[in-house]
């Protein structure tokens, strides 16, 4: 009794606080950490506030999950070969949205106690956002991430906000989101979202570009794909109608084949597609870059003028031109010297 006594005003003397508690952010499903490092690691507790039972115990150099609390059970681990080197984290399995909480690492020897928090928020991360040109404008969408998703626009980088946004879900389940930026899409410009989770500032950025080119046959068209230099693409999609391909950015050194024709990608993003026919191979290509960050696509409209016609018109035009300025400049030279042959004459008289 009297021992009691001693040992409870020696942990209450003793008590250390950490200042700051520790945020993880942890992924729905996924494993995770939740960080302490202690020197009094012969005990061990982890709690969870609004739990009586513990989250994890450890003490006698074994776990005692007798004390756990059932909603944990076979969900947590020490790292039980690290505990001698003061690693007192915990282990939590698949990770589920009530595992969000603050929690507490306890730990003890049988005279000194520490203790410290740590807070664990739950995410899922934005996998996908779909870009689309639509009647009203521009649309970027996203479904299935936590916690609430928020957007944010710009054209050629700039901040724009003339846009709507709908968000749906709740506490405890996924939301999704889906915003328009009410703008005709202009040519060369660059339209972007981002968008992020909570109170995060790590974004998804998703962008849209549409470009014109015009070649004539035998040209070699430049196709632009959305290359960053900080976040340059994982893969490279290039499609045209029904046809795709995909590359790897770091491989793409490599000749590669499209719809029968070789083509290269630049360092830059430029795809360069080489022998062109007008009939086959107008329309409309479309080229998307993905990283596990960003997602960028642009369309690019690919027009092979005919060549003999326009060459033809333009050279016909270009001589005709060329002919009656002739003509006109020699008309102009012969008056000039006739009405000056005609002055002097009547100077002499
Ligand atoms: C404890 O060990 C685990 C497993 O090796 C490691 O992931 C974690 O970062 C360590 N924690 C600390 C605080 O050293
Ligand atoms: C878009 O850029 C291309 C290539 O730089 C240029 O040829 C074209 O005229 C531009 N279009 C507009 C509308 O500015
Ligand atoms: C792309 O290339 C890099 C570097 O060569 C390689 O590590 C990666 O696994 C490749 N990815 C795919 C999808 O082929
Ligand atoms: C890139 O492509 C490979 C193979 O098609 C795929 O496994 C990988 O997930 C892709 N990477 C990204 C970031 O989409």
């Given at each position: 009794m009297k021992q009691a006594i001693w040992t409870f005003l020696l942990f209450w003397s003793i008590s250390l606080t950490t200042g700051g508690d520790v945020t993880v952010t942890c992924v729905l499903?996924?494993?995770?950490?939740?960080?302490?490092?202690?020197?009094?690691?012969?005990?061990?507790?982890w709690y969870k506030d609004g739990k009586s039972s513990s989250v994890h115990t450890f003490y006698?150099?074994?776990?005692?999950?007798?004390?756990?609390?059932?909603?944990?059970k076979g969900q947590t681990s020490l790292f039980n070969n690290q505990i001698s080197q003061g690693n007192t984290s915990l282990l939590l399995r698949a990770i589920r949205f009530q595992d969000e909480g603050r929690y507490k690492c306890y730990t003890a020897t049988s005279s000194v106690n520490k203790e410290q928090f740590v807070w664990l928020k739950v995410k899922v991360p934005v996998k996908w956002v779909d870009i689309k040109m639509t009647s009203e404008g521009i649309s970027c969408s996203t479904k299935d991430v936590f916690p609430n998703p928020k957007i944010s626009w710009y054209r050629d980088g700039s901040s724009e906000n003339t846009f709507t946004v709908n968000t749906q879900g709740d506490k405890e389940s996924l939301f999704s989101l889906s915003s328009v930026l009410s703008q005709s899409v202009k040519e060369n410009t660059t339209y972007s979202c981002a968008i992020s989770l909570g109170d995060e500032s790590q974004n998804y950025i998703a962008s849209l570009r549409k470009e014109n080119v015009e070649i004539y046959p035998g040209q070699d068209a430049a196709i632009h794909c959305p290359v960053s230099q900080e976040n340059p693409g994982i893969n490279i999609t290039l499609t045209f109608g029904e046809s795709s391909i995909t590359l790897n950015y770091s491989q793409r050194s490599q000749p590669h084949t499209f719809r029968g024709k070789t083509f290269h990608l630049a360092h830059d993003g430029t795809i360069t597609i080489h022998n062109l026919e007008s009939d086959k191979d107008s329309g409309t290509y479309i080229c998307e870059s993905l990283t596990t960050k960003s997602r960028g696509v642009v369309h690019t409209?690919?027009?092979?003028?005919?060549?003999?016609?326009?060459?033809?018109?333009?050279?016909?035009?270009?001589?005709?031109?060329?002919?009656?300025?002739?003509?006109?400049?020699?008309?102009?030279?012969?008056?000039?010297?006739?009405?000056?042959?005609?002055?002097?004459?009547?100077g002499v008289m």
């Open positions: 499903t996924s494993d995770c950490v939740l960080p302490c490092t202690s020197p009094y690691y012969d005990i061990i507790h006698d150099k074994a776990d005692h999950l007798e004390y756990q609390d059932a909603d944990f409209l690919l027009k092979i003028n005919s060549a003999n016609h326009h060459v033809g018109v333009g050279v016909g035009v270009g001589v005709g031109i060329a002919v009656i300025v002739i003509i006109v400049v020699i008309g102009i030279i012969a008056a000039i010297i006739y009405l000056i042959r005609r002055n002097k004459g009547q």
